[in-house]
């Protein structure tokens, strides 16, 4: 499999619903990407919520190419979701691009009413994780 990138070194002005794969043919390792800037927005009065999302994976045959998973996460930026949900779709989206090993998904939610959430969700075998 060559490596032929949708994203990298070209402009980008739409989120994707794909995220570009990297070959890997190395051993096992642990790989985490963390997301500075996940918004979505609340379901209910329409407000932001900002997050950090922490994804950690043990890649089998791919890596994640990171702009991509950049404009993957761009996505989320309008879409009214509770932040559970949220946190469940991505891991259940990524684990089956990315098909690695395992794969755990956190999003730590900023407060808004003095209460922040942190959600993780975690797909694939979970004696392999690092």
Same mark, same amino acid.
């Given at each position: 499999?060559?490596?032929?990138?949708?994203?990298?070194?070209?402009?980008?002005?739409?989120?994707?619903?794909?995220?570009?794969?990297?070959?890997?043919?190395?051993?096992?390792?642990?790989?985490?990407?963390?997301?500075?800037? +996940?918004?979505?927005?609340?379901?209910?009065?329409?407000?932001?919520?900002?997050?950090? +999302?922490?994804?950690?994976?043990?890649?089998?045959?791919?890596?994640?190419?990171?702009?991509?998973?950049?404009?993957?996460?761009?996505?989320?930026?309008? %879409?009214?979701?509770?932040?559970?949900?949220?946190?469940?779709?991505?891991?259940?989206?990524?684990? %089956?691009?990315?098909?690695?090993?395992?794969?755990?998904?956190?999003?730590?939610?900023?407060?808004?009413?003095?209460?922040?959430?942190?959600?993780?969700?975690?797909?694939?075998?979970?004696?392999?994780?690092?």
């Amino acid at each position: 499999m060559t490596f032929e990138p949708q994203h990298l070194g070209k402009t980008s002005n739409q989120p994707v619903d794909e995220v570009d794969l990297i070959p890997w043919s190395g051993g096992r390792i642990a790989v985490r990407l963390d997301c500075a800037e +996940l918004t979505s927005l609340c379901p209910v009065t329409g407000h932001p919520d900002f997050a950090t +999302l922490e994804i950690d994976y043990v890649p089998d045959q791919h890596l994640v190419e990171t702009k991509s998973m950049k404009l993957y996460l761009w996505r989320y930026r309008d %879409r009214p979701t509770f932040n559970e949900v949220l946190v469940d779709e991505i891991a259940g989206d990524l684990h %089956r691009q990315i098909a690695p090993h395992w794969l755990r998904v956190t999003g730590h939610f900023h407060a808004r009413g003095g209460i922040a959430v942190t959600v993780s969700a975690e797909r694939g075998d979970a004696t392999l994780r690092p």
